[in-house]
């Protein structure tokens, strides 16, 4: 009986999920244009917690504190902060249409064939956040698959887990253990029910073995996005233009960083500039 509510209430938000979308329309632009600028931190940013002492008692240690692992192998990596500059790095800054409406893709995207990867080399995700685009919208307004490819792998000796963990109004989640030298094609390997989904917010990643590795995957329904590199630039290279859409921000140290319903804009064909900084939150 379990079973057939949950099989029931699936097929019923995929049904809603299908409604949702023909009733999208796409959304008038006039043309193109590029969006980039920089990100920075107004105070002090807060420590990230050191893990060795956790790795020093793990049964994988060996691996954890290998010596060419690098520094930020071996912490909680929330913040990545330029003490000068207060430039942030791992904020994800993306577009938004507005209500009831889809972006079109521009041309450079209707055949992707990138391959999205994150790794676990020692006892930490790199990246620690990183983006999919695993579908977007076709002219009439269907869904329909990206071409790009999630690759989640483990190049180390020794096994790791992935654990991804959505919002349950779009995503399942799965949970894979992955031996040494393996690795998981999320986009192929996975059944249907458990492949990621466009969701707001990030899909958290964890590892049950090594239970303070975390990352965080954006998985979006279109390409316009951007994650800030150290120096705090972000440039997103193909926007539409003429039309008013949203800017968003996302830091998971903060979480919405211009507020969930964005900053709105009417972007120009050409080179459009947004800077901004936002507060850590108080200790």
């Known amino acids: 009986m379990a079973r057939n509510f949950i099989c029931a209430t699936f097929a019923v938000a995929l049904l809603a999920t299908a409604s949702q979308a ?19 931190l107004d105070g002090t940013a807060p420590k990230n917690t050191d893990l060795a002492d956790k790795m020093k008692i793990h049964s994988d240690k060996q691996c954890c504190l290998d ?6 192998d071996k912490v909680d990596l929330v913040w990545i902060v330029d003490e000068k500059t207060k430039a942030v790095a791992n904020v994800c800054v993306w577009i938004k249409a507005p209500a009831k409406t889809f972006f079109p893709t521009h ?12 790794d676990q080399p020692f006892c930490a995700f ?49 949970n894979r253990n992955l031996p040494g030298k393996t690795e998981l094609n999320a986009s192929k390997d996975l059944p249907d ?76 064909a050409g080179k459009n500039t947004y800077d901004f900084s ?3 939150p108080a200790p």
Request: net charge positive.
């Open 107 to 118: 041309a450079s995207f209707k055949a992707q064939k990138d391959t999205i990867t994150i």
């Open 126 to 174: 790199r990246p620690r956040v990183s983006a999919f685009n695993p579908y977007r919208y076709d002219e009439a307004g269907k869904q329909i698959e990206s071409g790009q490819t999630l690759i989640i792998k483990n190049s180390a000796p020794v096994t790791h887990n992935v654990r991804a963990v959505g919002h349950p109004k779009y995503n399942e989640g799965f």
């Open 67 to 72: 010596p060419k692992a690098l520094p930020n």
């Open 193 to 268: 029910n458990q492949k990621l989904q466009p969701q707001p917010l990030p899909v958290s990643i964890q590892c049950d073995v090594h239970t303070w590795m975390s990352a965080k995957l954006f998985v979006f329904d279109h390409p316009y996005y951007a994650i800030t590199k150290e120096d705090g630039t972000y440039e997103i290279p193909f926007v539409p233009a003429g039309a008013e859409i949203s800017i968003m921000a996302y830091h998971e140290g903060v979480g919405w960083l211009l507020t969930k319903d964005g900053e709105k804009k009417t972007l120009k």
């Open 278 to 280: 936002f507060k850590a």
């Open 22 to 40: 023909q009733d999208l329309s796409l959304l008038k632009t006039d043309g193109w244009g590029s969006l980039s600028g920089k990100v920075t």
